[in-house]
């Protein structure tokens, strides 16, 4: 009898499964399409098959203006279950692939096309991610009222129709009666209105509401004022995705391995949490766990157990188990942005080698930090965590030894940014043959007394510095003296910038149209060799 029974669980489970994934089945009529165009011309919204269409039909649910990541979105659609599968490519890869044609569709603008973030250069912007906005004015958005399948593009205080999807939810529309036709819905963002936190009256009736909607794949808390997980989340057994983002939030309940669907965990700006349930790795399907900042408390353990891990933002190196670097060794999937803190707790080669860096192809931004109170760092430990030569911005903090020599290898071909930051090193690296840098800076880097040919990279290359539009320099306090360069080294070189270098007398002589600023310089005095 017992037997019996478990097998018609199983059934049941298996059943509803079927159930769920009947609500993204394609429709037919739609014309074929392939996702490996790279055409700018808008095909048509009604010609676009089936799976760009629902990826589109979901940002409805935004209000106008609103203004989104690339990476966010193509999250929403993965946890969705809208991404079409291709073989030899990531669900993330894929969508990023459909952002990319709706940007070049114009479906997708820039949030900000000629204002540039406060403090940012027009470089800078290379390197961080732009936001963008849908663009309503080529759809009817009358014709997507709550009857439609992917209903909502604002923020509303009515019911929801039993059609429903996806729905955006204002504060004052937490209440049961509303979500009562729409058992359906597989997202849910709660949008609080100015500074309104959610009392903890409407928090019950979230609850109430929640339970009843059973298929729910994503759901946004973010800004919500909730200061602990409420416990009803933990029930949503279909839910992949799961932003508590910028909540005062203070622990993670346990029961969130209850939550074995789950790809996305965002805990971004969190920061009153205290604690992370020791059991998280546990959650064997997590994909991305966003957690910025860390604190040491908050590392956690035995995370070389998610697998298949993309987005990790840091890893804090603890020399207690489950936390060591030789977590990160089987995790070769991590893709993006890698900030490794506390390297002085690398205690060994074999540790350093075990992280297996060299293996990380997706990581395009890595910072290697050391403790700033660490009297020395080991060169050699250094030398084993080099990345995959795929990297695209290097930052090293804290380090003081000699820089590995990989730092200015001229195979990372894709290096375009690299910054030093409190540093004590006799010599800087030879960074002049590194093909596509264009953005050098050097800050609070002490110990080096001159810059010569070998920082150039002379004898390797015949013009240093090819791609290099910005240097800057800050508080370099021991350097004295920029030997001559090339005539033809530095030769799109377009702002060098030096505050606080105070034994500093001159520069090499640069091209007439390279600007040069000076702060806090009292003995700079001239270009080598201006006339």
């Given at each position: 009898?017992l037997c019996t029974?478990?097998?018609?669980?199983?059934?049941m489970?298996?059943?509803?499964?079927?159930v769920?994934?009947?609500h993204s089945?394609?429709?037919?009529?739609l014309?074929p399409?392939?996702?490996?165009?790279?055409?700018t011309?808008?095909p048509g919204?009604?010609?676009l098959?089936?799976y760009?269409r629902r990826?589109?039909?979901f940002c409805f649910i935004?209000t106008?203006?609103f203004?989104?990541?690339k990476?966010?979105?193509?999250l929403f659609?993965v946890?969705?279950?809208l991404?079409?599968p291709?073989?030899?490519r990531?669900l993330?890869?894929?969508?990023?692939?459909?952002f990319?044609l709706m940007?070049?569709?114009?479906?997708?603008?820039?949030?900000y096309?000629?204002?540039?973030e406060p403090?940012?250069t027009?470089?800078?912007?290379d390197?961080?991610p732009?936001?963008?906005k849908?663009r309503?004015d080529w759809?009817n958005?009358?014709?997507f009222?709550m009857?439609?399948?992917f209903?909502?593009?604002?923020?509303f205080?009515?019911?929801v129709?039993?059609?429903?999807?996806?729905?955006?939810v204002?504060?004052?529309?937490i209440?049961e009666g509303?979500?009562?036709?729409?058992?359906?819905l597989?997202?849910i963002?709660?949008?609080?209105?100015g500074?309104?936190c959610?009392?903890?009256s409407?928090?019950?009736?979230a609850g109430?509401?929640?339970?009843?909607?059973r298929?729910?794949?994503i759901l946004?808390l973010?800004?919500?004022?909730?200061?602990?997980?409420?416990d009803?989340?933990?029930?949503l057994l279909?839910l992949?995705?799961?932003n508590?983002?910028y909540n005062?939030?203070?622990?993670?309940s346990?029961s969130?391995?209850n939550?074995?669907?789950?790809q996305?965990l965002?805990l971004?700006r969190?920061?009153e949490?205290?604690?992370?349930p020791?059991?998280l790795?546990l959650l064997?399907?997590?994909?991305h766990l966003?957690i910025?900042?860390?604190k040491?408390n908050?590392m956690p353990t035995?995370i070389g157990?998610?697998?298949s891990?993309?987005?990790?933002?840091q890893?804090?190196?603890?020399?207690?188990?489950?936390?060591?670097?030789?977590?990160?060794r089987?995790?070769?999937n991590?893709?993006?942005?890698?900030s490794i803190e506390?390297?002085?707790n690398v205690?060994?080669?074999d540790?350093a080698k075990?992280?297996?860096l060299?293996?990380?192809t997706?990581?395009?931004?890595?910072?290697?930090?050391?403790?700033?109170n660490?009297?020395?760092?080991?060169?050699?430990?250094?030398q084993?965590l080099?990345?995959?030569c795929n990297?695209?911005v290097?930052?090293?903090?804290?380090?003081n030894?000699k820089?590995?020599?990989?730092v200015?290898?001229?195979?990372?071909?894709?290096?375009?940014s690299?910054?030093?930051?409190?540093?004590l090193?006799?010599e800087l690296?030879p960074f002049g043959?590194?093909?596509?840098?264009?953005?050098l800076?050097?800050?609070?880097?002490?110990?080096?007394?001159?810059?010569?040919?070998k920082?150039?990279g002379?004898g390797i290359v015949?013009i240093?510095f090819?791609s290099?539009?910005s240097?800057k320099i800050?508080?370099?306090?021991?350097?004295e003296a920029?030997a001559?360069?090339?005539s033809?080294?530095?030769?799109v070189l377009?702002?060098i910038y030096?505050?606080s270098c105070k034994k500093?007398?001159?520069l090499p002589k640069?091209r007439?149209l390279?600007?040069?600023?000076t702060f806090n310089?009292?003995?700079?005095?001239h270009?080598s060799?201006?006339n």
């Amino acid at each position: 009898m017992l037997c019996t029974v478990k097998r018609m669980s199983l059934v049941m489970a298996h059943l509803e499964n079927l159930v769920e994934e009947m609500h993204s089945l394609p429709s037919p009529s739609l014309p074929p399409f392939s996702s490996s165009s790279s055409s700018t011309e808008d095909p048509g919204y009604h010609l676009l098959p089936w799976y760009l269409r629902r990826c589109l039909e979901f940002c409805f649910i935004f209000t106008p203006g609103f203004t989104f990541y690339k990476k966010d979105l193509v999250l929403f659609w993965v946890a969705g279950g809208l991404v079409h599968p291709v073989a030899g490519r990531s669900l993330e890869e894929e969508a990023g692939h459909y952002f990319d044609l709706m940007v070049s569709w114009n479906y997708f603008l820039l949030a900000y096309p000629d204002h540039p973030e406060p403090g940012l250069t027009s470089l800078d912007l290379d390197l961080d991610p732009p936001l963008y906005k849908l663009r309503f004015d080529w759809i009817n958005i009358d014709r997507f009222t709550m009857d439609h399948e992917f209903v909502r593009h604002c923020l509303f205080d009515d019911l929801v129709s039993e059609k429903a999807r996806h729905a955006s939810v204002g504060n004052c529309s937490i209440s049961e009666g509303w979500l009562q036709p729409s058992r359906g819905l597989r997202t849910i963002f709660l949008r609080r209105r100015g500074t309104h936190c959610y009392s903890n009256s409407s928090l019950n009736d979230a609850g109430r509401l929640f339970l009843k909607v059973r298929y729910l794949r994503i759901l946004d808390l973010s800004h919500a004022g909730f200061k602990s997980l409420p416990d009803y989340v933990c029930d949503l057994l279909h839910l992949r995705s799961l932003n508590l983002s910028y909540n005062p939030i203070e622990t993670l309940s346990r029961s969130i391995i209850n939550l074995f669907r789950l790809q996305t965990l965002n805990l971004f700006r969190c920061h009153e949490l205290t604690s992370i349930p020791d059991n998280l790795y546990l959650l064997s399907n997590l994909r991305h766990l966003i957690i910025s900042p860390v604190k040491l408390n908050l590392m956690p353990t035995f995370i070389g157990r998610f697998t298949s891990l993309q987005t990790l933002l840091q890893f804090t190196v603890l020399r207690k188990d489950g936390c060591q670097i030789g977590e990160l060794r089987n995790l070769n999937n991590l893709c993006g942005e890698l900030s490794i803190e506390n390297l002085e707790n690398v205690a060994t080669l074999d540790e350093a080698k075990g992280a297996r860096l060299h293996l990380k192809t997706g990581i395009h931004k890595l910072s290697l930090v050391w403790s700033g109170n660490e009297p020395n760092a080991n060169f050699d430990i250094a030398q084993d965590l080099r990345p995959h030569c795929n990297l695209k911005v290097l930052k090293i903090f804290n380090y003081n030894s000699k820089f590995p020599s990989w730092v200015s290898n001229p195979s990372f071909t894709h290096l375009i940014s690299i910054t030093l930051t409190n540093c004590l090193s006799q010599e800087l690296p030879p960074f002049g043959p590194l093909p596509l840098l264009k953005s050098l800076q050097i800050v609070n880097v002490n110990g080096v007394k001159h810059i010569g040919p070998k920082f150039y990279g002379w004898g390797i290359v015949k013009i240093a510095f090819p791609s290099l539009l910005s240097l800057k320099i800050w508080h370099m306090n021991d350097l004295e003296a920029w030997a001559q360069c090339k005539s033809t080294d530095f030769p799109v070189l377009k702002e060098i910038y030096l505050s606080s270098c105070k034994k500093l007398k001159n520069l090499p002589k640069m091209r007439p149209l390279v600007k040069i600023k000076t702060f806090n310089c009292p003995k700079f005095s001239h270009v080598s060799g201006s006339n």
